[in-house]
């Protein structure tokens, strides 16, 4: 059977997906493709509140690699490629910054792109451009000299006290106008110079909000702060006219300053849309979803104020995290925070030390559409403690196996993910976990097994165990892997009909409640692949030995297709 007929059934069910897809934009614009090119723009598709990312017309799953911040050179790139390579990478995710490209005002450069973009498709390497201008991480570092000194023109964020912070206002109109009239010319570029779309989604700002402050409070500033609260916004949160204090009380300080940068944010992507309709997003420097305190940057697209973005920014395509926790509980809840039915999920930057790289399997089982670790490069820098102290092989090796995995079938799985149910897990002990714990409980002759070693998948009809660091040939209870660093994908192709892959993982399923009682087997499992089409390639039956004690994945990639059956006794 071949399932990536999907890609040919997707053709016939597309107009009516980019129906659905255009209560988010102008139908017309998704629509628009380049003149000079056949090439159908990349585009974000959401049906029934599930998404795909189209590239080239087709499902797409990012497999990114983002570099460090000042990789943004041609004189650079030698020491970018290599990585990508290794990691088995579609798509770099690398900055633009407003200083290269206007150093002095009027005066345009855009001969980095030229390099970039030559050289990215020499390589079949998709781009993601990071757009570094009136906020990198809350400072205007990436903006040219001539807005970053004149405090005067582009003003900076005042505190309640009067203190000056290095934070550009949000409502400094002519930084607004400035940052704007940029980022039109980088999309006129992109336009005329990048007819086959080598970049497929631009991030707006980097990492948008103010340290240190709530909110703006210069003289312009509160006088917006004391004037009614906009018209969608008291219609979303369902509340009485008023201003932000009246409103919205305690939050108002931040609500007020998300709003500001939102709508900030939103002018420039309207703007820039208007030239080229690329994908567009804002990625977040989270809070702590369990214990966020107060010590965020405050005004950006935080878990508490994503809602209000969504109202403040619709010319953003999707919000996406970075994700620096390394413990799962923390990763796993920000993943569900920001996989939402109005807003695809892509993690836009990641750590790049072990522990992160699992979480590429939770990601996907939220429905992800790409997944991207950072400071991949060999630029000899490293952001320790939030990643790897240094990037070597063994730093890049982890990532590289998952994305090995993946990397010939990654749009049969980005489409099966917008028409078929899909469950991703990854391994929930955080190293730190005492195995002595668990054999403990052994001695105890308990059949308690600890969820830092397996989890449960409601399938429907059958449930999925899996369970991490298990002899292959025995039923022993699972160990889990050291370091922890397994998951497993699994697609419902049919009834009792699956696609699973693992990494270091055992994958039983059982009958659930629906059919429990009924006698059942494993009627066939193939290990096959996909080939260049999308279709199913049959390479051998699983049996015996194999499944006898469960389907067991190793570090080798595997890819099975796995029919369940009941029977009549």
Known sequence: MQYMKLFRQLVGVMAGVLVLASCQSTTVQHLQNDARSQTPLPDIVTVQGKHAFLVDGKPFLILGAQTNNSANYPAMLDKVWPVVAQMHANTLGIPVAWEQIEPVEGQFDFSYLDALIEQAAARDIKIVLLWFATWKNNAPHFAPPWVKLDNQRFPRVVTKDNRVLNSLSPHGQQTLAADKKAFVR???????????????????????????????????????????????????????????????????????????????????????????????????????????GTGYSMGGPTDNVIDLWKVAAPSIDMISPDIYFRDYKTATRVLELYSRKDNPLFVAEIGNDQPYARYFFSTLGQQGIGFAPFGMDYTDY???????????????????????????????????????????????RD??????????????????????????????RWNAEVSYGRPMFWIDPP???????????????????????????????????????????????????????????FERVWNGDQTDWGLNFTSQPHILKVKMATYKQ
Request: glycine residues 6%; proline residues 6%.
């Open 382 to 428: 490293a952001n320790f403690p939030l990643g790897a102290k240094v990037v070597n092989d063994d730093t890049i090796a982890p990532f590289a196996e998952i994305y090995r995995l993946m990397s010939s079938w990654a749009s049969v799985w980005a489409t099966l993910s917008l028409e078929k149910e899909t469950w991703g897990v990854a391994e929930p």
């Open 431 to 460: 190293s730190a976990t005492d195995k002595a714990v668990w054999n403990a409980k052994v001695s105890e002759q308990t059949s308690d097994i600890p969820s830092a070693y397996q989890q449960t998948l409601d399938l429907g």
């Open 479 to 537: 160990t889990g892997n050291d370091p922890a660093s397994g998951g497993a994908l699994i697609a419902k192709l049919a009834q009792d009909e699956y696609l699973i892959t693992a990494l270091r993982a055992r994958v039983t399923l059982t009958p659930s409640d629906e059919i429990h009682g009924q006698p059942y087997m494993i009627e066939r499992v193939e290990e096959g692949h996909f080939d260049v089409n999308g279709n199913w390639v």
């Open 186 to 292: 980088l999309m006129t570029y992109l336009r005329d110079h990048d007819p086959k779309h080598q970049v497929v989604m631009v991030q707006v700002q980097n990492e948008v909000g103010t340290y240190g402050s709530k909110r703006d409070f210069s003289e312009a500033a509160e006088t917006l702060f004391n004037q009614p609260v906009p018209e969608a916004l008291l219609k979303h949160y369902q509340k009485p006219a008023g201003n932000w204090p009246q409103v919205f009380g305690d939050n108002a300080d931040e609500y007020f300053h998300a709003w500001s940068i939102g709508r900030y944010v939103n002018e420039i992507a309207t703007a820039g849309k208007a030239v080229k309709n690329l994908p567009m997003n804002v990625n977040v420097a989270l809070r702590n979803p369990f214990n966020p």
